[in-house]
């Protein structure tokens, strides 16, 4: 399944102000593969989501999915085949029921109301926000509001699943919810995250990244216990895999 | 600044109260649009003098309003938001129009005559219009715009612009929140504050109206906007429509009141 393949060669980014948010960075996901991106505040991880995603474009390098290069002209293919989920719930959800903001891509598509309904349906279910189906999105919790906006990308059925920080603002029982629902997403995912125990649980690889240039990309079960990595980068060894803090034995 | 967040959970009831399952309600769309327009055009066309013709036509929005199981007090509420505009624009009609007639043996300056005349006849097409939304929705009735091929492009400009103004509304009582927090004292913005309050606002809202519409894309929004799937128009709606439309002709065209007058009179004699 080559298409599924996510290739990003030499990506350098300028914000409209100057600020170089991303300077040189490769990188290439194959199908299937669980990629957690993490890094310190302003470490640029979410710019280099957008970057992937089409909504902002490199100054230099290129972002390939699959075989074909992502410029305005293949924005429409890509974006069926990418789901991205906002780090602010509140950027993506605009429709007057949560109901017709799921619904809002497959409509896109065209499918009939019925498929639609289905697939909305499933989507709200998989979240566990039935419940909630119309209601105004604003009128939400924060945590409702992300399960929401997560819902209103699975409707789409992406092939690569891309999402800014899922777990913040989650109950842990919403969390565990998200991150089972994200290990049953056989497709390709990336995943930004602060939320390290999450990542090590759910990703087999992670991209560390520091100052907008990657600092470590490999295996996450030896990348996360590098201490002094971690550390220079701002980010700390995951409580999971600290030593207990109770009796100090070793994990 | 509880107000401005009442504000936002009232700009929404228009479309939470269309989204009830009525009569009126089912009907469909480009249905009520016809019906509403014609209302608009039967309203309007009535002379400047004219306020006891215009008596009947009180008979739409109050069947509308009963038969969709509407909450009075809102839409009330809401017509009375935009009255200052309409006193201000026929204020003024009694000063220039000096003329005056004869009525219950009791002086009138006509000017007061147009002046009531203005005051019905936006109440009644901003009531209309009111309605056609509160029982349709904004994206059905872009829906029934786009039947009537109405290009694509106003159609849109519409439907955002609606959908930003909630936006916008929500990052302004974000910022006031804000503000009001950590300004515990105050009444209102000071107004030191007042023109960085304007500028983050008008930033915020376009770097979040930007966003939005990234968000719309990534989800596959090419310009068109998709609100469901429209019934076909059956019969009971061109009955619904035919029925007002020979309610509006004849209420134009006869003096109404007059005629149920003589005609009960007739029978008493
Ligand atoms: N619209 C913008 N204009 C200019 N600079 C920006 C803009 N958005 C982000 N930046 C800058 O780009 C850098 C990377 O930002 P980015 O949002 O990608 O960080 P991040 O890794 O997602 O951080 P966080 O973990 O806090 O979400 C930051 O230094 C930030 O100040
Ligand atoms: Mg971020």
Known sequence: MSHHKLEVRNLHFNYPDGHNAVKGMSFSIHHGESVGIIG????????????????????????????VQVT????????????????????????????????????????????????????????????????????????EKRAAA???????????????????????????????LLRSFKHTKIVTSHDLDMIYEMCDRTIVIKNGEIAADGVTSEILVNAELMD???LEVPLALQNCPVCGSKK | MANI??????????????????????????????????????????????????????????????????????????????????IGIGILNPVFDQQTFVLAGREFSRGWVTFLSILLKSGLTVTAALLLIATTGMDRLAGALRILKVPRVFVLQLLLTYRYISVLMEEVARTL????????????????AWGSLA????????????????????????????SGEINKICRWDWAYLGGWVVFFILARTYNLPLLIGSLLTGVIR
């Open chain 1, 40 to 67: 310190a505040n302003g470490a640029g991880k979410s710019t280099l989501l957008m970057l992937l995603m089409g909504v902002l474009f490199p100054s230099q390098g290129e972002v390939c999915v699959g075989d």
């Open chain 2, 177 to 192: 929140r804000a503000y009001s927090l950590r300004a515990p004292k105050q009444k209102g913005v000071h107004r030191s």
């Open chain 2, 5 to 86: 967040a009442d504000s936002i959970y009232n700009m929404r009831l228009l479309d939470d109260l269309a989204r009830q399952e009525t009569v009126i309600h089912k009907l469909h769309p480009l249905v009520k649009l016809l019906t509403t327009v014609s209302y608009l055009t039967v309203v309007v066309s009535f002379g400047r003098y004219e306020v006891a013709g215009l008596l009947p036509l009180f008979f739409y929005p109050v069947m509308v309003l009963a038969l969709a199981e509407l909450p009075v007090k809102p839409i009330l509420l809401r017509i009375l938001l935009v009255s200052p505009f309409i």
């Open chain 1, 150 to 180: 997560i819902a209103s990308v699975l409707s789409m059925q992406p092939d690569i699943l891309v999402m800014d920080e899922p777990s913040a603002a989650l109950d842990p029982k919403s969390r565990r919810r998200v991150m089972e």
């Open chain 1, 232 to 234: 220079a980068c701002g």
């Open chain 1, 72 to 143: 305005k002209k293949t924005l429409p293919m890509i974006r069926q085949r990418l789901g991205m989920v906002f780090q602010d719930p509140d950027d993506q959800l605009f429709m007057n029921t949560v109901y017709d903001d799921v619904a809002f891509g497959p409509r896109n598509y065209k499918l009939n109301e019925k498929e639609v309904e289905k697939r909305v349906l499933n989507a709200l279910e998989v979240v566990g926000i039935l419940h909630l189906k119309d209601r105004a999105p604003f009128k939400l919790s924060g945590g």
């Open chain 2, 199 to 226: 500028g983050q606002l008008l930033l915020r809202t376009f770097d979040r109206a930007q966003r939005i519409y990234e968000a719309m894309c990534l989800r596959g929004f090419s310009g068109e906007y998709h």
